[in-house]
């Protein structure tokens, strides 16, 4: 089963207004396990990031000049999801400004749907926890999960936590581990208690003399009197 984390930064909250996407970020997992197979590319808008924009992810439109148009990594992106289930936190938001950045293109690419089935974590999370809050920072910190003591949001380290928030949320921890190294962890295990069997069975054996076999028996007759 190969599945895709994804998170996306933007120029702002909608693109019904004409907000763009400026970084796209991917990680892929097969069988749950992290490949360490993974997609990342800042985007030139071709429009102005919002300031409020800016103080959450800290890019900007000077970083942005020289980077490629959504178009021009289109194809990567398509063929990098095509077949793979696509997990993201709030979902609808994500697909929505990708949907919009093909339609954008006039290259017919379709809709993400098209491509991929899509996992929304944070409708499984309210499942898992209602009533709680249910962010990717509260989710990291109900799972213990390292945030990287980060300041500012980015698509790729989002998604590199997402990844980590889904596993816990879905299997625990144990699945980050690929069963080579379960497997490997068994084996040891198996030759410490061996060793230690081994060792027991070379303990040398000391036999009592007859002299203090009856100075024993002596010292007991004593406890009797």
Do not use: W
């Not at 178009?71 to 696509?86: H, R, T, V, W, Y």
Request: net charge neutral.
């Amino acid at each position: 089963m190969r599945q895709i984390v994804l998170d996306t930064e933007t120029t702002g909250l909608s693109y019904k207004e004409g907000h763009r996407v400026i970084e796209i970020g991917c990680i892929e997992m097969v069988n749950r396990r992290l490949t360490g197979n993974r997609l990342q590319h800042y985007i030139n808008p071709e429009r102005e990031v919002e300031a409020e924009a800016i103080k959450i992810h800290g890019i900007d439109n000077k970083f942005l000049q020289d980077k490629p148009v959504f178009k021009d990594i289109a194809k990567e992106f398509c063929d990098f999801i095509n077949g793979a289930e696509l997990i993201a936190h709030n979902a609808p938001f994500d697909v929505g400004f990708l949907n919009n950045e093909f339609k954008l293109t006039k290259a017919q690419l379709g809709k993400i749907a098209n491509y991929c089935e899509v996992i929304d974590t944070l409708v499984l999370a309210r499942k898992l926890h209602p009533g709680q809050r249910n962010s990717l920072d509260a989710l990291s910190k109900r799972y213990n999960i390292n945030c990287f003591n980060r300041e500012l949001h980015g698509a790729l380290l989002d998604a590199e936590i997402l990844a980590q928030v889904y596993l816990s949320m879905t299997g625990g921890q144990a699945t980050l581990f690929g069963e080579d190294t379960q497997k490997s962890r068994e084996q040891r295990a198996t030759v410490k208690v061996k060793q230690r069997s081994e060792k027991r069975k070379s303990l040398p054996v000391i036999e009592v003399s007859e002299e203090e076999l009856a100075a024993h028996n002596k010292f007991l007759q004593l406890l009797d009197e």
